[in-house]
């Protein structure tokens, strides 16, 4: 993964590119009260990123077979064709 910094120089923007291992590496060298530092600045960052991807509804199944009209018996003798040659011996 190659992360991609912004820095002003000179009132210029320059692009930086730093793998997820250079950061680490950098990251390792702190002391644990930058660590700290460094994980509630870039905690709420990552909240809001959370936050932001849409949540997923999920589609409702209750009533899903409501219109086909399958009786129990047609349910139980389907059962018994699918399953009747279940375990079969030539695996």
């Not at 680490?24 to 809001?48: F, G, H, V, W, Y």
Request: zero cysteines.
């Amino acid at each position: 993964m190659i992360l991609t910094f912004f820095t002003l120089k000179n009132g210029n923007k320059m692009n930086t590119h730093t793998s997820l291992e250079n950061v680490k590496t950098m990251a390792n060298q702190l002391s644990i009260a930058d660590k700290i530092r460094l994980i509630e600045a870039i905690l709420p960052e990552i909240r809001t990123e959370l936050f932001k991807a849409e949540i997923v509804e999920r589609a409702k199944l209750k009533g899903l077979w409501q219109s086909l009209e399958i009786s129990d018996v047609e349910i139980t003798k389907n059962r018994q064709t699918t399953w009747q040659n279940f375990p079969r011996e030539n695996f």
